[in-house]
T-cell receptor, first 114, second 112 residues
Framework: DAGVIQSPRHEVTEMGQEVTLRCKPI?????LFWYRQTMMRGLELLIY????????DSGMPEDRFSAKMPNASFSTLKIQPSEPRDSAVYFC????????????FGPGTRLLVL | QKEVEQNSGPLSVPEGAIASLNCTYS??????FFWYRQYSGKSPELIMF??SNGDKEDGRFTAQLNKASQYVSLLIRDSQPSDSATYLC????????????WGLGTSLAVNP
């Protein structure tokens, strides 16, 4: 069974550009999490969804960040406009109702904003 | 501010020794605790979770929880070079919120 899929794996962009990160959760999982990881701040939860509905977006840094989950198999995290301080690794993770404790992480997207 | 704290390390142990990783948390309402392993350049993967006081064993790994002291630990017996990674501790509060609070991780190096 395929794990969590993220694209792109690497993204280099210039300040001010729009960045869209994509995630496909494990089939049948009804929780989806977006994280950001940096050396200084560690792993931070940005937002999570349950059954495609945003439940907690308190970690979204500011209005430049937005996330959507139009259906059970797809989610996007958008940064517009991007800034150099957004450079980080962005992870998507999913979990299922039967085992909500176990979050399965995707491979991550390494974002560099110049 | 709910926090999870870990010693950043690096913790260095010889092959075959016991590695002891520690974590403290500030929220007394935390109910469940998780240990994830993250290899350099890779994504975190769950090793164990624990929610009852005491020990929980899984192969070479033992998680220990002391809620009175707000302390969680992970013991790795017979450490192998392949155990060299960063170990992340996370806590989950009570109720329906699935937001994990993460520590910054402890880097472990197992030397052959």
């Amino acid at each position: 069974d395929a794990g969590v899929i993220q694209s792109p794996r690497h993204e280099v962009t210039e300040m001010g550009q729009e960045v869209t990160l994509r995630c496909k959760p494990i089939s049948g999982h009804d929780y989806l999490f977006w994280y950001r990881q940096t050396m200084m701040r560690g792993l931070e939860l940005l937002i999570y969804f349950n059954n495609n509905v945003p439940i907690d977006d308190s970690g979204m840094p500011e209005d430049r960040f937005s996330a959507k989950m139009p259906n059970a198999s797809f989610s996007t995290l958008k940064i517009q406009p991007s800034e150099p301080r957004d450079s980080a690794v962005y992870f998507c993770a999913s979990s299922g109702t039967g085992s909500v404790e176990t979050q399965y992480f995707g491979p991550g997207t390494r974002l560099l904003v110049l | 501010q709910k926090e999870v704290e870990q010693n950043s390390g690096p913790l260095s142990v010889p092959e075959g020794a016991i590695a002891s990783l520690n974590c403290t948390y500030s929220d007394r309402g935390s109910q469940s605790f998780f240990w994830y392993r993250q290899y350099s350049g890779k994504s975190p993967e769950l090793i164990m979770f624990i929610y009852s006081n005491g020990d929980k064993e899984d192969g070479r790994f033992t998680a220990q929880l002391n809620k009175a002291s707000q302390y969680v630990s992970l013991l790795i017996r017979d450490s192998q070079p392949s155990d060299s990674a960063t170990y992340l501790c996370a806590s989950l509060g009570a109720g329906n919120n699935r937001k994990l609070i993460w520590g910054l991780g402890t880097s472990l190096a197992v030397n052959p």
